[in-house]
């Protein structure tokens, strides 16, 4: 009862400092001299949207309303813009939240811009993963049941681009480490399978205690030279957003049976990407992009997969398989020098927009008691086009994992009914063959009985 009251408090704190912000930037520009007010916007979106289950019980899923605010004020050489969010989510219980996704002044002088405060950084170029576009956080709470553009959360950092004719040279500095927004494990969107151990499991979030040592630095160069090519590299100190799950046995429990913890964890490690558009005549473009990380952290087991699947369903070959672990400071866990990479190809045919992206993602000094596999390959596919002079938007979206043979299809209509009042309508289905609760990579096969539908009205003012 204790700790339900500090959460509540904690939210009422939270939710009263976030007012008096909203409310401090609408006198902030009340106030503003006449002169200075007529360079000032404050613009908003509401959203009313609705999810429903399509297989089991047919479930809401989700069921909330979105106000956004965004302000924006110019100023002699530079601007401040702030984007404030109002949730409030009704399916299950009354939840309201408060958030300032993002709030930062522009600087800018005659070769440099500056950029210092909770922004959006968005260097990539893939369709349905995240290869180089690391940086941002991300809230995957609700998962697929948010816009894309609703799902960053922002990043408190230093972003200084310095412009010579063609060549760009970006710089990004973000003193604290900010970790994507993570469903709590017992919601139906947590990325990783429970176990149906006869032993407790528990999950840990990420254990951080800010020190100057946790701070990301990020380089890109950017060339533009030549009409049909697009280049960026890149080179990076970052927390790459994907944690590993650190093992922690507990064998002295007595009374209680034996149990494991698993804690989030992350680490800074250098990393060196690349991402490039070539446009191939009026109407192909091929995209590419791959990011090095040194030190990428993979959970390990010292046990066969064999002996964890029959630990499952039997008490006494868990406890004699938890005596297996030893106390260690590594948690299960090595770090391997990691792959990932993209390329693919986008035209267009019969009026609409197709592109295709194959991924794949290599381990580099592989041991074979890692959970991941060494090689792990999938495909993404989408397809968009408009109508009835674009006020109709239809766009299909999937991905496909090859080894575990699971998928993710999206498709949605956007219909204008007016100006700045639009309807959407779409599905995303889930799909999949049955694995083992080992394997050790995202898998859209445990979301199956997730699959919705989904209606969407948004008002824009």
Not at 33 to 62: C, D, M, R, V
Not at 197 to 223: E, G, I, M
Not at 296 to 325: D, G, K, M, N
């Amino acid at each position: 009862m204790e700790i339900k009251i500090l959460n509540l408090n904690y939210r009422l704190f939270k939710f009263r400092n976030l007012l008096c912000l909203f409310a401090s930037l609408l006198i902030f520009t009340l106030l503003l001299p006449s002169k200075a007010k007529a360079q000032s916007t404050l613009t908003g979106i509401f959203k009313n949207y609705h999810a429903a289950q399509t297989t089991g019980n047919y479930e809401i899923l989700s069921a909330r309303n979105r106000l956004q605010f965004q302000l924006t004020s110019s100023f002699d050489r530079g601007n401040f813009f702030a984007d404030i969010d109002f949730v409030h989510r009704y399916q299950d219980r009354r939840e309201f939240e408060l958030s300032l996704k993002e709030a930062y002044v522009d600087l800018f002088f005659s070769d440099t811009d500056l950029r210092v405060g909770k922004q959006n950084i968005l260097w990539g170029r893939a369709n349905g993963g995240f290869v180089t576009d690391i940086l941002t956080p991300v809230d995957l709470r609700e998962f697929l049941t948010q816009d894309p553009e609703d799902l960053r959360i922002g990043l408190t950092s230093l972003n200084a681009i310095f412009y010579n004719e063609a060549h760009t040279y970006q710089i990004i500095i973000a003193p604290l480490f900010q970790k994507d927004l993570i469903p709590n494990p017992s919601s139906r969107w947590f990325p990783v399978q429970t176990l149906p151990s006869p032993l407790p499991v528990r999950f840990a979030d990420y254990d951080f205690t800010p020190t100057l040592s946790d701070a990301q630095f990020a380089f890109k160069y950017s060339n533009r030279s030549l009409s049909w090519l697009d280049l960026d590299l890149k080179l990076l100190r970052w927390k790459h957003p994907m944690p590993a799950y650190a093992i922690n046995v507990n064998l002295i429990s007595f009374p209680d049976l034996p149990s494991v913890t698993l804690r989030e964890t992350y680490n800074n490690s250098l990393m060196a990407g690349i991402s490039a558009s070539i446009q191939a005549g009026s109407s192909w473009t091929f995209t590419l992009e791959s990011l090095y990380v040194q030190d990428r952290l993979f959970t390990f087991l010292p046990v066969p997969i064999s002996l964890l699947e029959e630990a499952l369903t039997s008490l006494p070959a868990a406890i004699q398989l938890v005596q297996q672990f030893d106390l260690r400071d590594d948690g299960y866990i090595k770090k391997k020098p990691w792959l990932n990479s993209m390329i693919g190809v986008q035209t267009e045919m019969f009026s609409t927009t197709v592109s295709a992206q194959f991924y794949l993602e290599t381990i580099f000094n592989y041991d074979e008691e890692i959970l991941s596999q060494q090689y792990f390959p999938y495909a993404t596919l989408l397809a968009t086009r408009a109508f009835s002079r674009d006020r109709l938007r239809v766009l299909a979206l999937s991905r496909y994992n090859f080894y575990a043979e699971d998928y993710w299809l999206q498709m949605q209509g956007v219909y204008e009914i007016s100006d700045g009042l639009e309807f959407s309508l779409g599905t995303n289905l889930f799909a999949g063959e049955d694995f083992s609760p080992f394997y050790g990579h995202f898998t859209f096969a445990q979301f199956r009985q997730n699959s919705f539908l989904f209606a969407q009205l948004a008002l824009f003012f």
